[in-house]
């Protein structure tokens, strides 16, 4: 290995080492660090949308994972008498990123397979068992102290560093970054369970049981674990509310204990939070660093692998000279205000499962009865994106569609700026503009996705690393406008 790493990347959980994947595929050399050996074996995250699978597809491992992915039917919501209040169906069916929109699964299943790939790749050196005690930088590098397992010191460097350490990050704290409370905190029981193999199987998908007298939902994860979620209410004891007897009196309006075993049981604070800054010189923050959210659309997870997306591909440009480090000052702005959407959206559902209030609750029943409500997934452009060409894709999330050879996009273009172009218009391009496409190392298809194409009312469309839309041309002179706009470091 080098003696300075491309990038260190502090955390090897789902964010941190999905990160690390997707830098190898740049061809970088990663050096991953995480205190603890293992990674932790019980449920945490069950939902992950199309767009993070399509994020783990480019990171190489959904050849491990796509059979274990559960199809996600629909989330209900109903009243305390069981009255349905909102109906939100899913598409149980490949969608535009060529995946599922939504899934189920079971988050040891998805780091075993990231943990398996970066342990196989001669570019990253993975470190389990090496906490980080002191970060330092300067213009050239960063520093990183550490502690071995067995207790031994060394020092590590590398040219950036990214902290994906979760809701507790040292990195965060190392760049002096404050979290900002965005709404208040709730705290809830997370129990998951095994049903036995004889029990009956209970309701499919999620179900948020809207109930002033005790707010509970339940989710239908992977083969037989079911996860409940139940709302502590004043003079509850955080103390003892997880306690096993006292979560199967919770329960057992659904099961008992000779349905179904307790696997964990734990109260959580639901945090909105959202770091000051994500970026102090040399050194970053990514996924529940940088930001955390309720997981009332299922999207903590989510938000953390598209950072690892947006930074993979910038940092891959900067440390290779294509771009200047400016470049990265545009993870912060444009995922912060894209994932405070996430949040404030997780936000608004939650004050409809979390009214305890009956005359409100009774009020909030009436009104989605009389005004049903259509809920669909949420798509937020990236912040501060603008397109020289002016159209109003860019910043929003390109589909994957499937070329003539039977591959997806993604997995024809690589970790690349793909262009998808008519080829009448291909052969008006000069070049100087064919120059700039080399060295941006972007990908050219055409005559592919024309109904893509047809769609949107373009000749061409540029499509970035990290799967969105940089612009789309409706000529010639507009596809060299907009790669004119590639953000090379000779402008």
Not at 100 to 121: C, I, K, M, Y
Not at 272 to 277: D, E, I, R, V
Not at 289 to 312: E, I, K, V
Not at 382 to 390: I, K, R
Request: proline letters at 7%; glycine letters at 8%; a negative charge.
């Amino acid at each position: 290995m080098p003696q300075i790493y491309d990038v260190a990347v502090i955390g090897c959980g789902p964010v941190g080492a999905a990160l690390a994947n997707l830098l190898e595929t740049h061809g970088l050399t990663v050096l991953v660090l995480d205190q603890f050996v293992d990674s932790y074996p019980l449920p945490r995250a069950t939902h992950i949308d199309g767009e993070a699978v399509r994020i783990l597809q480019s990171a190489g491992v959904m050849d491990d994972l796509a059979d274990k992915l559960g199809i996600y039917s629909r989330m209900r919501f109903e009243d305390a008498d069981g009255k349905l209040l909102i109906d939100w169906p899913r598409s149980t069916t490949p969608g535009s990123h060529g995946w599922r929109d939504s899934n189920r699964f079971h988050q040891p299943d998805l780091e075993a397979a990231l943990r398996e790939r970066a342990a196989n790749r001669p570019t990253i050196d993975l470190r389990l068992g090496w906490g980080v005690t002191a970060i330092t930088q300067n213009n050239e590098s960063v520093t990183l102290e550490t502690t071995g397992p067995e207790g031994q010191a060394k020092a590590f460097q590398a040219r950036y560093v990214v902290g994906c350490d979760g809701a507790r990050s040292s990195t965060r704290e190392a760049l002096g970054a404050q979290l900002q409370t965005l709404a208040p905190s709730e705290q809830w029981l997370v129990a998951d369970l095994i049903l036995h193999p004889d029990t009956p199987d209970l309701a499919e998908g999620t179900v948020q049981y809207c109930d002033p007298a005790r707010p509970v939902t339940y989710i239908e994860a992977v083969g037989r674990r079911r996860r409940w979620e139940v709302m502590l209410l004043p003079g509850d004891d955080p103390q003892t509310f997880a306690a096993p007897d006292h979560v199967y009196r919770l329960l057992s309006r659904w099961v008992t204990p000779q349905d179904a075993q307790i696997e964990r049981s734990v109260v959580y604070k639901f945090n909105s939070t959202l770091a000051s800054k994500w970026r102090k010189g040399r050194v970053l923050i990514a996924g529940d660093a940088a930001h955390q959210t309720p997981p009332f659309l299922g999207q903590g997870l989510c938000a953390g692998l598209r950072d690892a997306a947006n930074l993979s591909w910038k940092l891959a440009w900067v440390l290779d000279g294509r771009a200047t480090p400016a470049l990265l000052d545009t993870f912060e702005t444009e995922l912060s205000p894209h994932v405070a959407q996430y949040i404030a959206e997780a936000n608004r559902i939650g004050a409809i499962i979390q009214e305890t209030d009956p005359d409100r609750a009774q009020a909030r029943d009436a009104d989605l009865l009389s005004k049903p409500q259509i809920l669909a997934p949420l798509r937020p452009r990236l912040g501060g994106v603008t397109s020289p060409t002016g159209d109003e894709l860019a910043g929003t999330l390109s589909p994957q569609p499937r070329l003539a050879d039977g591959r997806l996009l993604d997995e024809a273009v690589g970790p690349r700026f793909a262009i998808l172009a008519r080829s009448g218009v291909v052969g008006q391009i000069g070049t100087e503009t064919l120059d700039r496409w080399t060295k941006a190392d972007a990908r050219l298809i055409e005559d592919e996705a024309l109904d893509y194409l047809d769609a949107i009312e373009a000749e061409a469309i540029i499509i970035r690393p990290d799967h969105y839309v940089f612009g789309v041309a409706k000529s010639a002179a507009e596809v060299e406008t907009l790669t004119a706009a590639l953000p090379l470091a000779d402008g």
